[in-house]
């Protein structure tokens, strides 16, 4: 059982930088592939990032390409995720998940989860 925790959520002007955090509980938390996701108000909750279990590849969804960065910390059981130059559309709750194997990008697959943390972008 791994249990993760976000923060680092808040409300940002457009435009603005945050920089989310997820710690998790686990001591092999190096055996696990991460990911973030996000779920706004009426919508599915939808893939933003993943990263393998060595932080050796990362993987975006096309909306985020180029603003936002995922990294880890095996040493303390940390995942990160820099958002810069953020938009309206990026306000969601955001969630860290883990499951073994390959960083996947659907959230199904995913077997851990946070309790998300609120971003809200204003204009």
């Known amino acids: 059982q791994v249990h993760l925790v976000e923060s680092g959520g808040g409300l940002v002007q457009a435009g603005g930088s945050l920089r989310l955090s997820c710690v998790a509980s686990?001591?092999?938390?190096?055996?696990?592939?991460l990911g973030w996701f996000r779920q706004a108000p009426g919508k599915e909750r939808e893939f933003v990032t993943s990263i393998s279990i060595n932080g050796g590849m990362a993987y975006y969804a096309d909306s985020v390409k180029g603003r936002f960065t995922i990294s880890r910390d095996n040493a303390e059981n940390t995942l990160y995720l820099q958002m810069n130059t953020l938009k309206p559309e990026d306000t969601a709750v955001y969630f860290c998940a883990a499951r073994w194997g390959l960083a996947l990008k659907t959230p199904n697959s995913y077997t851990y989860w946070g309790q998300g943390t609120q971003v809200t972008v204003s204009t």
């Open positions: 686990e001591d092999t938390f190096d055996k696990y592939a």
